[in-house]
């Protein structure tokens, strides 16, 4: 019966998990769930929830015992505005995107076996994306209409991860663990740069098409890590995420230059786009029984990954089709806190910072994907209802930040473009013992 309810509430959460996300670390969530998003992100070393160790470090699924099943809802808000200047014709503006709240579900289950030595488990995460829904602008230069601007920008990127998981202890105090990690993403881009332009030499006029059907693809990579207990104090670990190689996406699109005799026919874009290697270190102290500080240090290797890598060459290739989105290696840094007054109350909070993987140089051809908030401050509290069944609330502030860069035309640069954006989110986590205690 045990057996049958787990597997019920497995199949409703991963069928129930969206294809869209929108991220802070780069395109990723700083965190997952709401325990180890009201931590800043940090748990390498100092494994609190079931969520936030599939996303850092499988080796902590040995800090929990019998079996476990989490689920976590988070309600994602991001703000972006871009605004431009054309100085030539001293024309500037500013828009915003259309922002609503994005639902983001993650969930997660693991057992340790009779032998007290193995942990198995499987989680379905969504850890990131990006988008953006800009009106086209009469005011606004860099969304003004094409040819002259952009038109209306829309994207829409979202990244699940699904990783069946298995922790080793090697002794009591050192650990052990491994996952696959079996991606789905889907992407939408409008007007999608990638794609060489629809030139007419007559009139001069080039015509960006677009990728607004959504196309899905799978990838996938690995994941390893350790954990070693120093004492009752002090914890170590360390994980590392390899690049996750995906297929390519390829969207049914037209010719969009009105001049061209060719105007409306079928088109074909594809893109490759792989989600970058990532290496995380960190601590966990414990200095009282009922306080946990965690930190760590994480950093992302977008610089050679499919779809953001340039690998040395021009943004912007001869024919005006974009070689990728620049993207530049980024670390980040995650503290966090647990404390628990009472066996039954947990107060989190934490604070996230992360460098910004955009150059400036590159902030008009990122239009439609401005990762680029820095400081992130997070704060939870948690309730133990009973041995078994815990109920945990966060909210976390992503700061505003933006980047300016140059307006590029034929001619050279012709003005300016400035990319800025800050979110909030609200999240709610459950987590059942079916066998055991919290």
């Known amino acids: 019966m045990q057996r049958k309810f787990v597997g019920t509430l497995l199949t409703v959460a991963l069928l129930s998990l969206p294809a869209s996300a929108l991220a802070t670390d780069g395109h990723f969530l700083h965190g997952v769930g709401a325990i180890n998003s009201a931590m800043g992100g940090a748990g390498v070393a100092a494994p609190k929830s079931l969520l936030g160790t599939y996303y850092l470090n499988p080796a902590g699924l040995m800090a929990f015992d019998g079996t476990r099943v989490e689920f976590g809802f988070e309600l994602f808000k991001a703000d972006r505005t871009v605004a431009s200047t054309f100085e030539p014709f001293n024309m500037s503006g500013s828009t915003t995107s259309k922002s609503e709240f994005v639902p983001i579900p993650a969930m997660a289950f693991s057992v340790k ?34 040819p002259n601007g952009f038109g209306q920008v829309y994207s829409n990127y979202g990244l699940l991860k699904l990783t069946p998981a298995i922790a080793y202890a090697v002794t009591p105090k050192f ?4 996952a696959a990690n079996v991606d789905w993403a889907t992407l939408a881009v409008t007007p ?3 794609a060489a332009p629809d030139f007419d030499q007559v ?8 990728a607004s059907a959504a196309d899905g693809a799978f990838g996938l990579g690995f994941q390893a890590g350790l954990m070693y207990q120093f004492n009752d104090m002090i914890a ?22 009105p001049n ?7 088109k074909e874009i594809s893109f490759k786009l792989n989600v970058p290697a990532m290496a995380t270190v960190g601590f966990g102290l414990t200095p009282l029984p009922n306080l946990t500080l965690a930190l760590d240090g994480r950093y992302m290797f977008y610089s050679s990954t499919e779809g953001f890598a340039l690998d040395d060459q021009p943004i912007m290739n001869q024919d005006g089709s974009v070689n990728g989105f620049g993207w530049e290696n980024i670390y980040s840094i995650h503290a966090g806190l647990e404390f628990r007054p009472t066996d039954n109350l947990q107060l989190l909070g934490g604070y996230n910072y992360s460098q910004n993987p955009i150059p400036d140089s590159l902030a008009m051809y990122n239009v439609p994907a401005p990762g680029i908030v820095k400081h992130h401050a997070t704060v939870g509290v948690g309730v133990n209802l009973s041995r078994r069944f815990n109920i945990t609330a966060a909210y976390y502030r ?4 933006s980047g300016t860069g140059p307006l590029m035309t034929p001619m050279g640069p012709a003005g300016t473009v400035t990319n800025s954006m800050n979110e909030h989110s609200f999240l709610i986590q459950f ?7 919290m």
Do not use: C
């Open 431 to 437: 987590s059942f013992a079916t066998r055991g205690g």
């Open 175 to 178: 650990w052990l663990g491994a």
């Open 203 to 210: 009139s001069g006029t080039a015509y960006y098409a677009g």
């Open 398 to 401: 992503a700061f505003e930040n």
């Open 113 to 146: 076996l009779n032998n007290e030595k193995v942990v198995l488990g499987l989680g379905g995460l969504s850890i990131g994306g990006f988008g953006v829904d800009y009106p086209s602008s009469t005011t606004n230069p860099i969304v003004s209409p094409q």
């Open 192 to 194: 999608m740069p990638t």
């Open 260 to 266: 061209l005799p060719t105007y409306g026919t079928p």
């Open 236 to 257: 170590f670990g360390a994980s590392y995420s390899s690049e996750q190689f995906f297929e390519e996406f390829t969207w049914n699109s037209t010719v969009a230059n």
